[in-house]
């Protein structure tokens, strides 16, 4: 699979109704500062889609992103920075609950991890959610280029034992070195029907008008 377009179509704070739903939507879960922005501007090979920074909890609002016009890559709210007041945490935690239990489309959750550290409870808590709901899910281990070979093989079994999943299950990726990617997007051109792009051909239409930027909440 390889993505040819791209584009941002809105921010919500809550599961609303928004252009083009009704295609497959892939989802990237994760805490703060783990690099789903960054994964989804390495997929897409567009460095200015999604908004990144090193400020943890950047990312606010359920972020959609309309690819290939034929599926929605959605970068969900990171958890677990520690700074935010406890009420923001919460409205995180509800806009991320609301979308994976409001979305009537969704296929499968990238949940990422940090290859480098030891899964959180937080991380921990999401997979068991996911588990739990039935929400099919990959466990993706990011910045792989911060680690050796070496490093990353003593990495993934304590991955494997916190978040009760298989080596095999666990895939490895670089946003920066482009390690794993091409293995993330088979994963979901998996999740696609066969017969989604003749419907997707309609969209660009529907779709022309701005939408703004990313974390700009559109009602």
Request: glycine share 8%; proline share 6%; aromatic share 6%.
């Amino acid at each position: 699979m390889k993505i040819t377009k791209s584009k941002f179509v809105r921010s919500m704070s809550a599961m609303t109704s928004f252009p083009g739903q009704g295609l497959p939507e892939i989802a990237m879960a994760g805490k703060s500062n783990v690099g789903k922005s960054s994964l989804i501007n390495g997929l897409t090979r567009n460095s200015k889609l999604a908004r990144t920074s090193a400020e943890p909890g950047k990312t606010r609002l359920v972020n959609l992103y309309l690819i290939n016009e034929a599926f929605f890559l959605v970068d969900l709210p990171g958890y677990g920075f520690a700074k935010a007041p406890k009420q923001e945490k919460q409205k995180w935690a509800e806009m991320i609950e609301g979308y994976l239990r409001g979305s009537e489309h969704l296929k499968r959750v990238f949940q990422l991890v940090d290859i480098r550290h030891a899964p959180t409870e937080d991380d921990q808590l999401m997979v068991e959610y996911l588990r739990h709901y039935d929400i099919p899910f990959t466990v993706v281990a990011t910045k792989a280029d911060k680690l050796s070979k070496a490093q990353r093989g003593r990495s993934i079994p304590v991955i494997c034992r916190t978040l009760a999943v298989q080596p095999w299950e666990v895939l490895v990726c670089s946003s920066k070195d482009g390690t794993g990617l091409d293995a993330l997007l088979e994963q979901i051109e998996a999740e696609l029907p066969e017969d989604e792009a003749p419907e997707a051909a309609a969209l660009p239409a529907a779709l022309e008008e701005g939408f703004g930027e990313p974390g700009d909440e559109l009602n």
